[in-house]
Protein backbone atom coordinates (compact mmCIF):
# COMPACT_ATOMS: atom_id res chain seq x y z
CA UNK A 1 0.00 0.00 0.00
CA UNK A 2 1.06 3.57 -0.48
CA UNK A 3 1.59 6.13 2.35
CA UNK A 4 -1.57 7.17 2.22
CA UNK A 5 -0.88 10.64 0.12
CA UNK A 6 -1.18 8.61 -3.46
CA UNK A 7 2.51 10.09 -4.16
CA UNK A 8 4.64 7.64 -2.76
CA UNK A 9 4.89 4.05 -4.30
CA UNK A 10 4.93 1.45 -1.58
CA UNK A 11 8.45 -0.33 -2.85
CA UNK A 12 11.46 0.35 -4.72
CA UNK A 13 13.65 -1.82 -7.24
CA UNK A 14 15.75 -1.94 -4.06
CA UNK A 15 16.96 -5.49 -4.50
CA UNK A 16 14.45 -6.74 -1.65
CA UNK A 17 10.92 -5.83 -3.15
CA UNK A 18 10.38 -9.69 -3.70
CA UNK A 19 11.88 -10.56 -0.54
CA UNK A 20 9.59 -13.58 1.41
CA UNK A 21 7.36 -13.97 -2.42
CA UNK A 22 7.43 -17.75 -4.05
CA UNK A 23 7.33 -17.65 -7.63
CA UNK A 24 7.12 -20.11 -10.86
CA UNK A 25 8.41 -19.49 -14.23
CA UNK A 26 7.67 -22.22 -16.89
CA UNK A 27 9.87 -22.43 -19.45
CA UNK A 28 12.06 -20.71 -17.13
CA UNK A 29 15.37 -22.77 -18.56
CA UNK A 30 16.40 -21.09 -21.58
CA UNK A 31 15.79 -17.25 -23.08
CA UNK A 32 13.28 -15.20 -21.64
CA UNK A 33 12.24 -17.55 -19.06
CA UNK A 34 15.85 -18.00 -17.79
CA UNK A 35 16.22 -14.21 -17.43
CA UNK A 36 13.40 -13.62 -15.32
CA UNK A 37 14.13 -16.17 -12.78
CA UNK A 38 17.25 -14.40 -12.49
CA UNK A 39 15.00 -11.08 -12.28
CA UNK A 40 12.72 -12.19 -9.38
CA UNK A 41 15.29 -14.16 -7.59
CA UNK A 42 17.50 -10.68 -7.64
CA UNK A 43 14.74 -9.10 -6.07
CA UNK A 44 14.30 -11.45 -3.29
CA UNK A 45 11.89 -14.54 -4.60
CA UNK A 46 12.05 -18.20 -4.30
CA UNK A 47 11.94 -18.98 -7.68
CA UNK A 48 10.85 -22.45 -8.94
CA UNK A 49 11.85 -23.30 -12.62
CA UNK A 50 9.69 -25.82 -14.24
CA UNK A 51 11.02 -26.85 -17.76
CA UNK A 52 10.83 -29.76 -19.81
CA UNK A 53 14.85 -30.60 -18.74
CA UNK A 54 15.29 -29.66 -15.21
CA UNK A 55 18.62 -27.81 -14.87
CA UNK A 56 20.59 -28.32 -11.79
CA UNK A 57 19.70 -26.16 -9.03
CA UNK A 58 23.41 -25.28 -7.90
CA UNK A 59 24.43 -24.80 -11.35
CA UNK A 60 21.69 -22.75 -12.09
CA UNK A 61 21.64 -20.47 -9.17
CA UNK A 62 25.90 -20.05 -10.08
CA UNK A 63 25.39 -18.78 -13.82
CA UNK A 64 22.78 -16.47 -12.42
CA UNK A 65 24.51 -15.42 -9.72
CA UNK A 66 21.91 -15.70 -7.08
CA UNK A 67 21.51 -17.89 -3.68
CA UNK A 68 21.07 -21.41 -4.34
CA UNK A 69 18.54 -21.70 -1.60
CA UNK A 70 16.04 -19.33 -3.88
CA UNK A 71 16.24 -21.53 -6.67
CA UNK A 72 13.88 -24.97 -6.85
CA UNK A 73 13.85 -26.74 -10.47
CA UNK A 74 11.36 -28.86 -11.58
CA UNK A 75 10.92 -31.34 -14.69
CA UNK A 76 7.52 -30.30 -16.02
CA UNK A 77 5.98 -30.95 -19.24
CA UNK A 78 2.93 -27.58 -18.74
CA UNK A 79 1.05 -30.07 -21.28
CA UNK A 80 0.94 -32.64 -18.83
CA UNK A 81 -2.13 -32.06 -16.66
CA UNK A 82 -0.67 -34.79 -13.87
CA UNK A 83 2.77 -33.62 -13.59
CA UNK A 84 1.86 -29.92 -13.19
CA UNK A 85 -0.69 -30.58 -10.33
CA UNK A 86 2.47 -32.85 -9.08
CA UNK A 87 4.60 -30.17 -9.23
CA UNK A 88 2.29 -27.66 -7.80
CA UNK A 89 1.32 -29.90 -4.90
CA UNK A 90 5.20 -30.47 -4.01
CA UNK A 91 6.30 -26.54 -4.16
CA UNK A 92 3.01 -25.93 -2.06
CA UNK A 93 3.30 -28.32 0.30
CA UNK A 94 7.06 -26.82 0.87
CA UNK A 95 6.84 -23.48 0.90
CA UNK A 96 2.78 -23.36 1.60
CA UNK A 97 2.27 -20.37 -0.38
CA UNK A 98 2.32 -19.62 -4.50
CA UNK A 99 2.32 -15.88 -5.14
CA UNK A 100 4.18 -15.47 -8.57
CA UNK A 101 3.26 -17.27 -12.08
CA UNK A 102 5.02 -16.74 -15.30
CA UNK A 103 3.75 -18.78 -18.04
CA UNK A 104 6.93 -18.15 -20.42
CA UNK A 105 7.21 -21.98 -21.82
CA UNK A 106 6.73 -21.83 -25.35
CA UNK A 107 7.38 -23.70 -28.53
CA UNK A 108 7.23 -21.86 -32.45
CA UNK A 109 7.57 -24.06 -35.19
CA UNK A 110 7.63 -21.60 -38.59
CA UNK A 111 5.61 -24.29 -40.64
CA UNK A 112 3.93 -23.01 -43.40
CA UNK A 113 -0.15 -23.61 -43.47
CA UNK A 114 -0.37 -25.56 -45.86
CA UNK A 115 2.40 -28.12 -44.36
CA UNK A 116 1.02 -27.74 -40.23
CA UNK A 117 -0.12 -31.32 -39.32
CA UNK A 118 -2.76 -31.92 -36.54
CA UNK A 119 -0.20 -33.10 -34.28
CA UNK A 120 1.94 -30.26 -34.62
CA UNK A 121 -1.33 -27.64 -35.22
CA UNK A 122 -1.88 -29.94 -31.20
CA UNK A 123 1.19 -29.35 -29.52
CA UNK A 124 1.87 -25.84 -30.65
CA UNK A 125 -1.65 -24.87 -28.88
CA UNK A 126 -0.98 -27.34 -25.99
CA UNK A 127 2.66 -25.68 -25.22
CA UNK A 128 1.51 -22.09 -25.42
CA UNK A 129 -2.32 -21.87 -24.34
CA UNK A 130 -3.41 -25.13 -22.50
CA UNK A 131 0.10 -25.22 -20.53
CA UNK A 132 -0.85 -21.57 -19.58
CA UNK A 133 -4.52 -22.85 -18.31
CA UNK A 134 -3.17 -25.47 -16.56
CA UNK A 135 -0.58 -23.80 -14.84
CA UNK A 136 -3.00 -21.23 -13.96
CA UNK A 137 -5.74 -23.24 -12.99
CA UNK A 138 -3.03 -24.43 -9.97
CA UNK A 139 -2.26 -21.15 -8.90
CA UNK A 140 -5.38 -19.05 -9.08
CA UNK A 141 -6.88 -20.95 -5.37
CA UNK A 142 -3.48 -20.76 -3.49
CA UNK A 143 -2.98 -16.99 -5.13
CA UNK A 144 -6.46 -16.01 -3.52
CA UNK A 145 -5.75 -17.73 0.03
CA UNK A 146 -2.90 -15.56 0.21
CA UNK A 147 -5.39 -12.59 -0.75
CA UNK A 148 -2.41 -11.41 -2.98
CA UNK A 149 -0.47 -13.18 -6.69
CA UNK A 150 0.56 -12.08 -9.80
CA UNK A 151 0.25 -13.89 -13.25
CA UNK A 152 2.43 -12.77 -16.10
CA UNK A 153 1.65 -14.79 -19.75
CA UNK A 154 3.85 -14.93 -22.43
CA UNK A 155 1.81 -14.13 -25.20
CA UNK A 156 3.71 -11.83 -28.36
CA UNK A 157 3.40 -9.40 -30.97
CA UNK A 158 1.80 -12.70 -32.87
CA UNK A 159 -0.79 -12.10 -30.18
CA UNK A 160 -1.62 -8.40 -31.64
CA UNK A 161 -1.36 -9.06 -34.95
CA UNK A 162 0.60 -11.56 -37.06
CA UNK A 163 3.55 -13.68 -36.13
CA UNK A 164 6.78 -12.38 -37.73
CA UNK A 165 8.49 -16.14 -38.53
CA UNK A 166 6.32 -18.52 -36.41
CA UNK A 167 3.21 -20.20 -38.05
CA UNK A 168 -0.31 -19.93 -38.26
CA UNK A 169 -0.70 -22.22 -35.05
CA UNK A 170 1.32 -20.04 -32.98
CA UNK A 171 -0.31 -16.93 -33.88
CA UNK A 172 -3.55 -18.15 -32.91
CA UNK A 173 -2.07 -19.42 -29.84
CA UNK A 174 -0.11 -16.27 -29.00
CA UNK A 175 -4.12 -14.65 -29.58
CA UNK A 176 -5.11 -17.38 -27.54
CA UNK A 177 -2.84 -16.69 -24.77
CA UNK A 178 -4.48 -12.49 -24.73
CA UNK A 179 -7.84 -14.07 -24.25
CA UNK A 180 -7.30 -16.37 -21.39
CA UNK A 181 -5.55 -13.22 -19.64
CA UNK A 182 -8.14 -10.76 -20.12
CA UNK A 183 -10.52 -13.04 -18.84
CA UNK A 184 -8.45 -14.36 -15.75
CA UNK A 185 -7.61 -10.50 -14.65
CA UNK A 186 -11.91 -9.71 -14.86
CA UNK A 187 -12.33 -12.67 -12.53
CA UNK A 188 -9.29 -12.31 -10.19
CA UNK A 189 -8.61 -9.13 -9.43
CA UNK A 190 -11.48 -8.77 -6.23
CA UNK A 191 -8.66 -11.40 -4.49
CA UNK A 192 -5.94 -9.22 -4.62
CA UNK A 193 -4.25 -11.08 -8.14
CA UNK A 194 -3.89 -9.50 -10.85
CA UNK A 195 -3.09 -11.46 -14.51
CA UNK A 196 -1.41 -9.48 -17.52
CA UNK A 197 0.58 -10.55 -20.66
CA UNK A 198 3.67 -9.10 -22.37
CA UNK A 199 4.25 -9.02 -25.93
CA UNK A 200 7.82 -8.94 -26.76
CA UNK A 201 8.89 -7.97 -30.45
CA UNK A 202 12.14 -10.25 -31.71
CA UNK A 203 14.16 -10.84 -28.59
CA UNK A 204 17.32 -12.63 -28.96
CA UNK A 205 16.84 -16.44 -28.10
CA UNK A 206 17.07 -19.47 -28.75
CA UNK A 207 14.25 -19.77 -29.85
CA UNK A 208 14.27 -16.34 -32.27
CA UNK A 209 17.85 -17.56 -33.36
CA UNK A 210 16.67 -20.92 -34.65
CA UNK A 211 13.55 -19.53 -36.12
CA UNK A 212 15.56 -17.08 -38.35
CA UNK A 213 18.14 -18.19 -40.52
CA UNK A 214 21.88 -16.85 -39.34
CA UNK A 215 22.33 -13.21 -39.47
CA UNK A 216 19.11 -12.34 -40.07
CA UNK A 217 17.69 -11.45 -36.54
CA UNK A 218 19.82 -8.48 -36.46
CA UNK A 219 19.34 -7.84 -40.11
CA UNK A 220 15.49 -8.06 -39.69
CA UNK A 221 15.53 -5.45 -36.35
CA UNK A 222 18.23 -2.77 -37.70
CA UNK A 223 14.77 -0.88 -39.48
CA UNK A 224 12.97 -1.27 -36.19
CA UNK A 225 12.47 2.62 -34.23
CA UNK A 226 14.51 1.33 -31.91
CA UNK A 227 17.19 -0.27 -34.12
CA UNK A 228 18.12 -3.55 -32.51
CA UNK A 229 17.41 -6.84 -31.65
CA UNK A 230 15.83 -7.03 -27.81
CA UNK A 231 17.87 -8.55 -25.13
CA UNK A 232 15.96 -11.17 -22.58
CA UNK A 233 16.78 -9.39 -19.50
CA UNK A 234 14.97 -6.59 -21.02
CA UNK A 235 11.42 -8.20 -20.97
CA UNK A 236 12.50 -10.04 -17.57
CA UNK A 237 12.48 -6.20 -16.20
CA UNK A 238 9.40 -5.78 -17.58
CA UNK A 239 7.89 -9.25 -15.75
CA UNK A 240 9.80 -7.98 -12.40
CA UNK A 241 7.78 -5.31 -12.47
CA UNK A 242 4.81 -6.32 -13.46
CA UNK A 243 5.21 -8.69 -10.56
CA UNK A 244 5.93 -6.28 -7.96
CA UNK A 245 3.30 -4.71 -5.42
CA UNK A 246 4.39 -1.37 -7.71
CA UNK A 247 2.53 -2.85 -10.82
CA UNK A 248 -1.20 -3.10 -8.75
CA UNK A 249 -3.38 -1.25 -10.22
CA UNK A 250 -2.46 -3.00 -13.65
CA UNK A 251 -4.30 -6.26 -14.66
CA UNK A 252 -5.77 -7.73 -17.97
CA UNK A 253 -3.17 -5.50 -19.80
CA UNK A 254 -1.09 -6.87 -22.76
CA UNK A 255 2.24 -4.57 -22.72
CA UNK A 256 4.16 -4.38 -26.05
CA UNK A 257 8.06 -4.15 -25.48
CA UNK A 258 9.14 -4.45 -29.29
CA UNK A 259 11.68 -1.67 -29.83
CA UNK A 260 8.46 -0.39 -31.74
CA UNK A 261 8.15 -2.54 -34.49
CA UNK A 262 4.40 -2.98 -33.87
CA UNK A 263 2.90 0.73 -32.73
CA UNK A 264 -0.32 0.25 -31.46
P1 LIG B 1 13.29 -20.38 -25.53
O1 LIG B 1 13.12 -21.42 -26.58
O2 LIG B 1 14.63 -19.78 -25.30
O3 LIG B 1 12.71 -20.89 -24.16
C1 LIG B 1 11.49 -21.57 -24.08
C2 LIG B 1 11.56 -22.56 -22.95
O4 LIG B 1 10.29 -23.24 -22.86
C3 LIG B 1 12.62 -23.66 -23.12
O5 LIG B 1 13.44 -23.75 -21.98
C4 LIG B 1 11.81 -24.92 -23.33
O6 LIG B 1 12.43 -26.10 -22.85
C5 LIG B 1 10.55 -24.59 -22.56
N1 LIG B 1 9.44 -25.43 -22.96
C6 LIG B 1 9.03 -25.74 -24.23
N2 LIG B 1 8.02 -26.62 -24.19
C7 LIG B 1 7.78 -26.89 -22.87
C8 LIG B 1 6.86 -27.73 -22.20
N3 LIG B 1 5.99 -28.49 -22.85
N4 LIG B 1 6.90 -27.76 -20.85
C9 LIG B 1 7.79 -27.01 -20.16
N5 LIG B 1 8.69 -26.19 -20.75
C10 LIG B 1 8.67 -26.14 -22.10
O7 LIG B 1 12.23 -19.24 -25.94
P2 LIG B 1 12.07 -17.70 -25.59
O8 LIG B 1 12.32 -16.96 -26.85
O9 LIG B 1 12.73 -17.31 -24.34
O10 LIG B 1 10.49 -17.68 -25.40
C11 LIG B 1 9.85 -17.48 -24.14
C12 LIG B 1 8.40 -17.13 -24.43
O11 LIG B 1 8.33 -15.91 -25.17
C13 LIG B 1 7.67 -18.16 -25.29
O12 LIG B 1 6.35 -18.29 -24.83
C14 LIG B 1 7.70 -17.53 -26.67
O13 LIG B 1 6.64 -18.01 -27.47
C15 LIG B 1 7.58 -16.08 -26.35
N6 LIG B 1 8.09 -15.13 -27.34
C16 LIG B 1 9.35 -15.22 -27.83
C17 LIG B 1 9.81 -14.24 -28.71
C18 LIG B 1 11.23 -14.19 -29.21
O14 LIG B 1 11.53 -13.38 -30.12
N7 LIG B 1 12.16 -14.94 -28.71
C19 LIG B 1 8.96 -13.21 -29.08
C20 LIG B 1 7.68 -13.18 -28.58
C21 LIG B 1 7.24 -14.13 -27.69
Redesign the pocket.
Known amino acids: MSGGDGLRAPTTADGHELEGRVAIV??G?????LATVHALARRGATVAV????APGRAELASTLGVPADRIRSVA????HGEQVDQAFAALLEERSRLDILVN?????PSTTFEDITENEWNRVLA??VH?TFLCCRRALPAMRNGGWGRIVN?S???GKTISTAGGAHYTTAKHGVLGLTRHLAKSSGPDGVTVNAVC????D????RGLLPEGSLDRVTRSFPVPRVGQ?WEVAELVAFLASDRAAYITGAAVDINGGDLIV
Open positions: TGASGMGFDLAVDVTAAGIAVNGFSTAPGLITPMAP
